[in-house]
């Protein structure tokens, strides 16, 4: 039978703790952690069927405030793809921007001139990005 005094002296220098709630939080952090996880992967499409679609600026020219863009987009054949086109003023400010749709093909790979009209003066043309329209 322990002492008062021992009984005492482990409470005071922390020899007596209980172990148990300490494993309780441990276990439960790491529950919560591996259930967050799993949760991420399912609602971020990890794993999913994502459709990749790439898109890569092959030039521009400028007249006025209208920028012609010329761009090569890949995607998966068969499929309707739209790509955000821009452009950007000196002081790296977007100052046009258009969306365009562009109809199925066979081939994979696709290129493309758009004309995008900016708001003031603009410094270059580029492709944002593109990707497969979902099908209503």
Not at 26 to 40: D, E, P, Q, S
Not at 104 to 129: C, D, L, M, W
Request: hydrophobic letters at 40%.
């Amino acid at each position: 039978m322990p002492s008062l005094v021992t009984d005492q002296m482990d409470d005071r220098y922390g020899r007596a703790r209980n172990r148990s709630v300490d494993r309780r939080i441990v276990f439960g952090t790491i529950a919560a952690v591996v259930l967050g996880v799993i949760l991420w992967a399912i609602f971020s499409g990890w794993g999913g069927n994502s459709v990749s679609v790439s898109a890569e600026t092959t030039g521009f020219s400028i007249e006025g405030s209208q920028v012609s863009v010329d761009y090569q987009v890949s995607g998966p054949p068969n499929s309707e793809i739209a790509c955000a086109v821009a452009t950007m003023s000196r002081s790296k400010a977007v100052v046009g921007w258009k969306v365009v749709v562009h109809e199925p093909s066979v081939k994979q790979t696709r290129y493309f001139t758009e004309q995008v009209i900016a708001i003031r003066e603009p410094n270059t043309g580029y492709v944002e990005r593109c990707w497969v329209v979902e099908a209503r």
